[in-house]
């Protein structure tokens, strides 16, 4: 059997194992390790078990997922999260859509100090989804806002998939979350307009809160300071070259502890929970890399990619035709898994064809999160959707999906700008 | 059995603690040595050699964690669909599939931490032995796989539950965690 074919029954073989539970990062693992003692021998694979975990788990630029986990459980365990939505509220509370524009500012605030979309969807169910159904906004609504506010953990930087994306496609970190900036303001402002639009259709479904003097909005924005100072470190630190990435993880995480503590949040149970919670998710991201670098070594000695490139140049598609029907793949595929899984699964296969077109690896890296942030709104396992409805089980699926719609246009129009205009991604960093 | 298994989940649980607490310290010496660099011009040497034997030791005492709690991203559509026998099957199925895994990854690891003890690598700058961290690897990785087998012995007995018709016999799982999809 050529081994293009083996990596195809390696593909389906793939699928088929997520299909039946077994974890995404073991079922890559396991047929990445048997595809690639197929063509290379037993010996050959059973070594790669040792030396891509061991070389994964030694890697300095991967020690930032963990440093930036726990920098954001911190974060929310010294009750940032409910300080940075009190500021967004005091300052964009009383527009049109009031609370939910709250929180989308407010989620993005966070985002920028939590790198994870649901660590921000769970944080904001908690802190802002109770403040919206007291106000009288409706449950499908105000889980719909909390819904979409989550993907921002994930385009606002500092973000874990896209330290992962970076590593592993050999890009530099800052230069991906250079390229983030503008395309997480456009977020922003798509999901802002989204709600001005519903809330100017039926002020009934939000409801705005009454505006705030000056002098106490201003009071507002200083009640932020920990959150404001933290992303100042850790964004700034990176930016202005005075620190490396790894550095201003760390320093976020020493602030982040000290910020807890020293306002009395951090008691003996919490940390704890800190800890056991930033270190189980830490490892969530490690088994799946431990699959996919041993995948992506099956991938390459098949040749599958080259055949794939092959294939899509005999079929005279154009590059921007090859770029729709990969956000057609993306959009599905977001459905079903979660934001890490759905970029590493396809990333050895995909990246080739990317590259061949003449691409740049950091505007689809960046087109990719966001694909993937979508994903994670859509039926029929919108992850953040699932994850509200598991915190609110009063509020249906359904209502949360309808809640979600327009947020859903909005993303598309997003993809359809960053798509059409790679500069809206690739200036800010040609000019950094 | 009951006892045993509340042991172990417990010192998965203390184990990786005690490594995240370890990557909070690594958090306090990087940050000490970012600060002390850029206003004093004198880095503490040798972090970044700490950083890479401490990390892998750091990762592998969360694995076992990671397992006993069934925390790793996994689709369960097929079972919510199917009912929940078959439910029970997959994730015995799933569990083997998964103690397979791990078990090879910490055979090969005995291996791997010998050579390095064999070889005498050390790291560049501190000179330090690099093979106690990797043997200490191995060992968190066994133990991952011994907690695995716990998990799989979990699911043969609710499995048999079910089969039964017993639910009283059915031990309690973990609900699914709010990652999993």
């Known amino acids: 059997m050529d081994p293009a074919s083996v990596a195809l029954i390696g593909f389906a073989a793939m699928f088929a194992l997520i299909a039946l539970h077994v974890p995404i990062g073991v079922a890559m693992g396991v047929v990445g390790l048997a595809g690639f003692a197929s063509m290379a021998g037993w010996n050959a694979a059973l070594t790669l078990l040792a030396t891509e975990p061991a070389s994964t788990m030694a890697s300095l630029d991967l020690a930032v997922i963990p440093l930036f986990m726990l920098m954001g459980s911190l974060a929310a365990a010294g009750g940032l999260a409910k300080d940075i939505f009190a500021t967004a509220e005091a300052l964009v509370g009383h527009r049109p859509g009031g609370l939910a524009a709250t929180t989308i500012v407010a989620s993005a605030g966070f985002g920028a100090v939590c790198g994870s979309a649901v660590a921000t969807t769970a944080t904001f169910g908690r802190v802002a989804l109770p403040e919206m159904l007291a106000r009288g906004y409706s449950g499908g609504s105000s889980a719909g806002v909390v819904a979409a506010g989550g993907t921002l953990g994930i385009i606002v930087p500092p973000s874990s998939i896209m330290v992962l994306y970076a590593v592993l496609t050999e890009q530099s970190v800052l230069t991906m979350f250079s390229a983030a900036m503008i395309p997480a303001l456009l977020s922003v402002v798509l999901y802002l307009s989204a709600i001005w639009i519903v809330a100017r259709r039926n002020p009934a479904l939000m409801p705005g809160t009454d505006k705030l003097p000056l002098r106490d909005r201003i009071r507002a924005i200083g009640r932020s300071w920990g959150a404001i100072l933290l992303a100042i470190i850790v964004l700034g630190g990176i930016y202005s070259g005075i620190f490396t990435v790894n550095e201003a993880a760390a320093i976020g995480v020493v602030f982040a502890f000290l910020f807890a503590l020293g306002r009395g949040k951090l008691n003996r149970q919490t940390f704890v929970e800190v800890l056991s919670d930033a270190s189980v998710a830490t490892v969530m991201i490690y088994v799946i890399v431990f699959g996919a670098m041993i995948f992506s070594y099956f991938v390459s000695l098949s040749g599958v990619s080259e055949e794939i490139i092959g294939g899509i140049d005999a079929l005279g598609l154009p590059p921007a035709g090859v770029i729709f029907l990969l956000i057609l793949v993306y959009l599905f595929l977001g459905a079903f898994f979660d934001e890490v899984a759905a970029v590493v699964v396809t990333l050895p296969f995909v990246l080739p064809i990317i590259l061949s077109m003449g691409y740049d690896p950091i505007w689809w890296g960046i087109l990719n999160v966001a694909l993937i942030g979508v994903g994670m709104l859509t039926p029929p396992i919108g992850i953040n959707v699932m994850l509200l409805n598991a915190m609110r089980s009063d509020i249906s699926l359904s209502a949360i999906y309808r809640g979600i719609f327009a947020f859903f246009l909005a993303d598309c129009l997003r993809i359809l700008i960053l798509a059409v205009f790679p500069q809206v991604t690739l200036w800010l960093p040609s000019i950094l | ?181």
């Open chain 2, 1 to 181: 059995m009951d006892a045993l298994d509340r042991f172990v989940r417990r010192a998965t649980l203390w184990l990786a603690l005690l490594g995240f607490a370890g990557l909070l310290l690594l958090a306090v010496m990087t940050s000490l040595d970012a600060l002390l660099r850029s206003a004093f011009s004198a880095p503490l040497h040798g972090v970044n050699d700490v950083s890479a034997v401490v990390m892998a030791v750091v990762i592998a005492s969360c694995i076992p964690a990671n397992l006993a709690q069934r925390r790793n991203i996994a689709v369960e559509v097929l079972g919510g669909v199917a009912g929940p026998r078959t439910h029970r099957i997959l994730t015995l199925f799933a569990g083997l599939v998964v103690l397979a895994f791990f078990g090879v990854m910490a055979w090969k690891f005995i291996p791997y931490a010998e050579g390095m003890y064999l070889s005498g690598r050390r790291t560049w700058v501190l000179a330090w032995p690099v093979w106690p961290w990797w043997a200490a690897a191995a060992l968190f990785l066994v133990f991952a796989a011994a907690v695995q087998a716990l998990n799989v012995l979990q699911d043969v007995i609710a499995l048999k539950g079910a089969f039964a018709d017993r639910p009283s016999a059915v031990p309690q799982t973990r609900p699914l965690p709010e990652g999993d999809a």
